[in-house]
């Protein structure tokens, strides 16, 4: 719709025209009225963003007709105008004319004469609406080529060709900075692609903010003004997330400030580091120079200060206690026992994997009924693989041990010490001490201590060592080596294994195992 101005000063003339035609079926809305040319020139100074065309009477008090034309086109060539008059007379109408007054319309109005004049001048203002937006989008494609160029270019720049370029396209600023949104998924943007850019430039373009391009799945944004170092940045972020959910998930990288436009290649180098480390920041969190990564990896410990098969062997008894407090525990800290500072995110994936399928592997090896794992592993791969952050990686392993504990359901407090003494003697052989024991269990060692003492007259030492002397004298009767029994039984010194046995059974492994021998004989 066109909008359209009468000014004239009889009420019924104005009244009238309203009423004449049915505007909006041609293409006109009456958006305003003034009494005279004083207001007229008042609203249009007001709203002339807002006017396409204005209906005038030659002949008002105070400011006439072509007064008010003559004062509007100082400042505006492209207003429309169509003079009404009482009066057929040559000299007004050759001045009209000279104001680029499109027709000179004799009151009373004739109604197929007005009609006729509309219809011309819809078709004018169409058609400079339409050399307006290739206008604009030539201007704006200029733009976005001599953005794409800075952000490839590799060979120098003409300096005085490319700043008058820059100038003419109004992309001289104080300071640049690169902004990259990725599409976590990488997969959706393309079906949504030219919606996405033409909201981004009514977005970026309308207040000058910057300029935007999209190219496989990334957003590429440069903003005239540094944001980095304030609040801005995490309202600017707050605000595209917002508004590009329709699009996508996306992650929002910015690069560092720069002075000069042919540097922003440099504001786009540190915005593509930062982008091939997200995986080490925390999600739904703008990412920038200034940025610190996830605090879970900041002190990583080293590598090899802890034994993997011990942590996996706590891991299957924890599952299998159906102890989650252990479970998280191990998974939220002692995993990160074994990353490297450093390393690499797709070594962080593989190495969670190694340490989850160790762990499935012993659990099913341990217990049958827990095959049904083995068609859940390989989504959780998956999850893993398509994790866009390691957070987002340690929830997916968290959910996994906790869908297993829902199998492994917590006891009462004395079928937890029924399954404790159980893994004792499952686990004789095995280095298990008593601090273990707690974690596995969720008790503190003192308490844990007493609660064995209680139970067997014992502390858990002496408990141990009875069960593992009692399996030894098992072995030993099926004529085992006696190097063979202490190492089956968990000691690794054999000399060590001699004592204890001859300390609980009074004589000797090989004493004892000769007598048996003679009573067999």
């Given at each position: ?55 005038v009477d030659i002949q008002m008090p105070g400011i006439n007709g072509l007064r008010l034309i003559e004062e509007i086109r100082k400042t505006n060539q492209h207003l429309h105008f169509i003079i009404l008059s009482g009066f057929a007379d040559f000299s007004y109408a050759k001045k ?426």
């Amino acid at each position: 719709m066109h909008n359209v101005l009468i000014v004239d000063d009889e009420p019924m003339i104005r009244e009238g025209l309203q009423l004449i035609i049915p505007w909006e079926e041609y293409g006109f809305y009456i958006f305003d009225t003034a009494s005279s040319g004083t207001e007229a020139l008042e609203k249009y100074n007001q709203y002339q963003e807002n006017i396409d065309l204005m209906i005038v009477d030659i002949q008002m008090p105070g400011i006439n007709g072509l007064r008010l034309i003559e004062e509007i086109r100082k400042t505006n060539q492209h207003l429309h105008f169509i003079i009404l008059s009482g009066f057929a007379d040559f000299s007004y109408a050759k001045k009209a004319m000279s104001w680029g007054v499109e027709d000179y319309i004799l009151k009373p109005i004739n109604e197929n004469e007005l009609v006729t004049s509309l219809e011309k001048i819809k078709k004018a203002l169409n058609e400079e609406k339409q050399k307006q937006l290739l206008l604009e989008k030539t201007f704006l494609a200029r733009k976005e080529q001599l953005f794409s160029f800075l952000l490839t270019k590799n060979e120098a720049v003409d300096d005085d060709t490319f700043l008058s370029e820059a100038t003419s396209l109004g992309l001289v600023w104080d300071s640049y900075q690169l902004i990259l949104l990725q599409e976590l998924q990488q997969n959706n943007l393309s079906k949504q692609e030219t919606d996405l850019e033409e909201f981004l430039k009514n977005y970026f373009e309308d207040d000058n903010r910057g300029i935007s391009i999209i190219y496989t799945s990334t957003i590429y944004i440069l903003l005239n003004k540094q944001i980095t170092k304030n609040k801005n940045l995490k309202f600017l972020y707050i605000e595209l997330m917002e508004l590009l959910k329709p699009y996508g998930d996306f992650c929002f990288i910015a690069g560092s400030e720069v002075n000069q436009l042919p540097e922003i290649k440099k504001s786009l180098d540190a915005a593509q580091e930062l982008l091939k480390r997200k995986f080490f920041y925390t999600e739904n969190t703008p990412i920038s120079p200034d940025t610190d990564i996830n605090p879970k990896l900041t002190s990583v410990p080293n590598v090899h200060t802890k034994n993997e098969n011990e942590l996996i062997d706590k891991l299957v008894y924890g599952l299998k206690i159906g102890n989650k407090e252990v479970v998280l525990k191990m998974v939220e800290q002692d995993f990160l026992a074994f990353m490297e500072n450093r390393e690499t995110e797709i070594a962080i994936k593989k190495r969670y994997i190694h340490l989850v399928s160790s762990a499935v592997t012993k659990l099913i090896s341990a217990d049958s009924t827990l095959s049904w794992l083995e068609g859940e592993y390989p989504n959780l791969v998956e999850q893993i693989y398509h994790s866009t952050s390691f957070n987002q990686l340690e929830a997916g392993i968290i959910n996994f041990f906790s869908m297993i504990l829902k199998e492994m359901k917590m006891d009462t407090k004395e079928v937890q010490i029924e399954k404790l003494f159980a893994f004792i003697h499952e686990n004789y052989h095995k280095n298990i001490k008593l601090e273990l024991l707690a974690e596995i269990f969720n008790y503190s060692s003192p308490y844990l201590g007493k609660l064995i003492k209680n139970t067997t007259g014992e502390s858990f030492n002496t408990y141990l060592d009875h069960v593992r002397i009692q399996k030894a004298k098992e072995l030993l009767k099926k004529n085992t080596k006696v190097y063979k029994v202490a190492e089956l039984v968990g000691y690794t010194n054999v000399d060590y294994f001699f004592s204890k046995f001859k300390k609980y059974v009074g004589v000797s492994p090989s004493a004892f195992k000769k007598e048996k021998e003679k009573g067999l004989a």
